[in-house]
């Protein structure tokens, strides 16, 4: 969390242009930002490129201009120390919560056996055990998204990207799973320093964040960048919250 | 309350009900008037049908007499099977004791391959004289394109009703809404979206009978039975028959004008009006929606494929990357004649009710025994007692099973291929570039134009060799081929590339890639589109067999196809004994694969669909 030191990722003068038939749209204006040790939030108004920029920042997405610099490389395609997150759960209809895990790692060099027991872990640890063999299919949207972050988690990633996690989910739901992701990414444990998370919510973003990174309407661009320097854990409820909401959603509109 | 109440019965009201039902008739009546008016026109302005056009039936002025006979035809035709599929739709749909039977009967009717039924109308029909009253030629070729259009229309019927929300039939309950206003107001707006899709999909089935049905003989020579009909379809055979090839495409490029005039006329708006109708589900997720075309681009895609394989012949100037994407779309149809086909409550039918409804078709092929037999004055036991010293049932068996192993080679060769092709077209830009336009050029070439190549490269070198009975196998699993491997394909590929965004970036992200994405992602993906191109294939493969096996004179193999046709030259009553006996038995084996292959395979396709 200490700023002083080298910056994770370096997003630099990232621009995404979509050429169309007689004019072109662009969706990213020139962003540039660093990613230290710390929860990061993207918010900005929907349909802004808030999901663009961060499969860009994965190498999913091709930027127009720019680059993205991860411990100073550059980033061109997915990279095994990033984790991704996504709003769908995106999770393989015909795999078992075990093999959804077991796919992210298995492309890495590690032995069957140990790769049973990563996954195993990481189940445990998001609150799905007894279910290592049921299908996406059987589970409640809650407990898809913890399939999702255990995949994630079982990387043992530096970064992890969060595309909109909670709103697929029900109120309810999506407070428990915010406190736990918080929970999970302070834990001395795991290796995870950095979590970039986008989202629209920003009641959301502030609760979780050390920082947020609001963008404006498209073409996107940074209109401020504003730090929450608040005790954790944080109480949802806590009216300085609020206060810190508003003035970040007056920037937006 | 006070205030909700009113409008949320005008909401009902308004929002699905009357309208549609005007409108509805009002397109349908408008368009049968069109036609009429047409006609009235060309008539008066050629005078009718000159003598001219009865002696020189390839003079290009007689088309437009031609064009409006041939729509005349298919418009009374598909009359009859929107009113078949209405009444026995919703039958279906609101009884449930009714759907017991009448559900099952739907689907075996719908197993009966098209071009086995040809020779039992024929049969009850036309009867035996070789110069049959055109009034009967007409009707018979007016039931022959009704067995191709009615039963799509009649399973989007009862997928339509079925579709109804509970809470829209509670709200229709709540405010009184019975009988014939429920009907009006509730179940015809809900069934009209499928209707259209369905009705697209049985013109496509019209459309491919004529130019088989408007000129067509039965029999051998003493006792040929000749249909002779005015039309389109039969200026194109005529053309064909006299190897003119400048007016064989002239019919053509008509017939395609048409079929797109139709197209931009009737089925655009309505698909377009369609999509109002339909019931709102939960908001689909983002990354499926960008996938998502609109109902216009669906309505001609679909038409594309299935109405007229002609069409995408005539579009050489589009670019590439449109065919690929044209392709793509295929996914919708995929998705409908899914439903059509396989209507969930058919797998829940009590035994009572399976007992009874084949015990009525078994009844109907009975009943068309006696009548063809009885219209030929003929005793049915001679005609019975005669296939029972011609031809045994182990026979029957023996040649069933031999026209099932070249079906199941065909489907091998045709699987393998497609499933490499697919996912290669699938996955790289330049070979779908490549590939795709031989592919879409192969596939507008109808089967049976493949025939004298057949014969010159694989019968005739062979005719006095040993190895004649092999190259004539070959020959016969090669045309099966042709009719199976395109729908195969063309679901193949609309899967591979029907992949979910997020799915894609998720294995992106996790680097899963090259052969382990193809074996993890890409067939397990593609498993249900197997399934489903299967089935049509194996439907395109019977069509298929009843030609193939018989390729000329004297020139065939053992099979129910060449069965068939060879029945059709012999003794009338054995004939008409041995053609019911074989579609019978055709019947009988599709329906057998569909429960023991197909639905047992589909129950597990579930898994591996992705979410909506």
Known sequence: MSQTSEPILQIKDIAKIYPGEGKSTTVLDHISFDVYKEFLCIVGPSGCGKSTLLRIIDGLDKPTSGQVLFHGQAITSPSPKVGVIFQTFALIPWKTVLGNVLMAISSASIQKEEQLKIAQKYIQDVGLEGFESSYPKELSGGMKQRVGIARALALQPEVLLMDEPFSSLDALTAENLRREVVDI????????????MVTHNVQEAVEMADRVIVLSARPAKIVDDVKIDLERPRSPRDPVLYDLADRIISKIS | MHVSRPSLRKRVASSSAGRTVSFFTKIFLSGIAAVAIVALIIELLTGGLSPNCKSNPLDPLCIPGYAVRTLTRMTIAYAFALGFALTYGIATAMS??????????LDIFQSVPVLGVVPVVFLIILGTGSNPPVFNQEVASIILIFTAMAWAPTFGVIAGINAIPTDIKEAAHAYGMHGARYLR??????????????????????????????????????????????????????????????????????????????????????????????YE??????????????????????????????????????????????????????????????????????????????????????????????????????????????????????????????LVIAYVIALSWTLGAGILIARSQRLSRLLVPIFDIGQSIPATALFPLVVILLVDPFKNSPYLGFTLNLASVLLILTGMQWYLLFNIVGAVNGVPNDILEATAAYRVRGRRFVKEILIPASFPAILIGSIQAWGGGWNALIVSESIGANVSVPGLGSFLVQASSREPALGAVEIYASLLVMTATVLIINRLVWRRLLRKADRYKFEA
């Open chain 1, 185 to 196: 990414w302070r834990d001395p444990a795991y290796p995870t320093g950095s979590v970039i």
């Open chain 2, 96 to 105: 449930h004791r009714a759907s017991h039977v009448l559900l099952p009967l």
């Open chain 2, 185 to 278: 107001q509730i179940v015809l707006p809900a069934v009209f979206p499928e209707l259209v899709w369905s009705s697209i999909l049985a013109w496509g089935g019209g459309w491919y009978l004529i130019p088989v049905e408007e000129h067509l003989s039965f029999g051998q020579p003493p006792n040929q039975t000749q249909v002779d009909l005015p039309g389109i379809g039969r200026f194109i055979a005529l053309a064909a028959l006299k190897a003119d090839l400048g007016l064989a495409l002239f019919g053509l490029i008509v017939l395609v004008g048409i079929i797109l005039a139709i197209d931009r006329l009737i089925w655009k708006p309505l698909g377009v009006r369609a999509e109002k109708y339909k």
């Open chain 2, 281 to 406: 589900t939960v908001a689909a997720p983002r990354t499926t929606a960008t996938r998502q075309s609109s109902v216009v681009a669906g309505v001609r895609r679909y038409e594309d494929r299935l109405v007229s394989p002609v069409l995408t012949f005539f579009k050489s100037e589009r670019s590439y990357a449109a065919r690929v994407l044209e392709i793509t779309r295929l996914k919708r149809i995929r998705h409908i004649t899914e439903r059509l086909r396989f209507p969930e409550r058919i797998g829940r039918i009590p035994l009572w009710g399976r007992i009874l409804s084949y015990a009525i078709f078994v009844g109907l092929v009975i009943l068309g025994l006696i009548v063809t037999i009885m219209s030929r004055s003929q005793s049915i036991e001679s005609g019975i007692s005669l296939l029972a010293t011609d031809v045994t049932a182990f026979e029957l068996i023996a040649i069933t099973l031999l026209s099932l192993s070249r």
